[in-house]
Each structure stands twice: as C-alpha cells, then as structure tokens.
C-alpha cells in the first residue's frame, strides 16, 4: 500500500510538472515568435516591460467578441498576470487566434497598464505580423524563426502613447485587427 501511495504522488508531481511546463512552454514559445519576427525584435532590447498573450480568439458575425490570457514581465522577471475581453460591432465575420504582444516604453505606461481598467482608445494601432512568421513543436523540442523575407521588411511598429502592439495570426480569418476596446485586468504577482 504505501508503495502505491509513494507512485502516486509520484505520478501526481510529474503530471502537476509536465502541465505546469507546458502552460509555461506557450509563453515562451510565443516570446520566441515576436523576439525572431523583424517588425518586434528590437523591442525587447528597449522596452521597460511587455505583456504577452499566447493565444487571443476571435470570433465574430456583425457582433464579435475576443478574449485571452496574458503574463507581464518587467526586465525578465513575471511581474503579473492579465487578461484581455474585446467586443465590438460592425462589419466582421469569421474567426481567428493570434498572439498578441504589448512592449511598454517606460514605468509610465506600465503603471497605466497595471492600473487593472486599461483600455486601448479609437487612436491605438496594431502591428500585424504576416504568416512569414511561424513556430512549431515536436519530439525534438520547440522551435520559431521567420522568413528571410520578413526580416527584411520594412513596416516597423512604433510607441503609441508608450506601447507598442504586435500580432501574429495563428489560424482563422477575421477581416480586419482593431486594439478599439480592447479592455484588460491585471493581477500583480506576489512577492514582486
């Protein structure tokens, strides 16, 4: 008996570890997605902090709703966790996930961002990274990379009001991106 007890708890930590690597292993693969697309790399280099969302939905008929999941890290380190609800009306159809990264200039747009009722204004612009942009996991572990052509693009995305926004789409059609109401909670971690 207490054999069976000891495998699985066993079992228990290593599924608890396998699960917890994966939730953590879309982060850092969608990271790795926007630090090897040409129009976001440089980000990283000179931005305060950014939050990143593995994968937003999307989905709409005339009325469309999106919605996800996001970290936020400040210098390498999580610093919080966030979330993002979207809906709007108009003219759309069909669906869609993407990823979706906002670089922070400085503590200044953080500190607006962390303020837990964040919304991009009519005025906020997105940055869609084309399909040249692709990543992939397998057996050997995960990889990303972009197009030669993509590295060597000419649209470069900008500070707008001290954040910058990017998305790659990872499957789906939607006609058109919009930051337009775009809301976001946020949670800071303990200990930071």
Known sequence: MKHSTKLTAVLATTLGLATGAAYAGKYQDATLLFKNAAQSADFFKNSYAYAIFPTVGEGGFVVGAAHGRGRVYS???RVGDTAVT???????AGGAAYSEIIFFQDKRALDEFESG??????GASVVAISSGA??????MGAGAGA???MKD????GAYNHGMAVFTIVKGGLMASASLEG???????????
């Open 182 to 192: 775009e809301k976001f909670s946020y949670t800071a971690r303990r200990g930071t």
């Open 75 to 77: 210098r390498g380190i």
């Open 117 to 122: 009722n964040f919304q991009f204004g009519a």
């Open 86 to 92: 979207q809906l709007s009306v108009g003219w759309q």
């Open 147 to 149: 197009s030669a052509g």
């Open 153 to 156: 693009a000419a649209v470069v």
């Open 134 to 139: 692709g990543a992939g996991v397998g057996t």
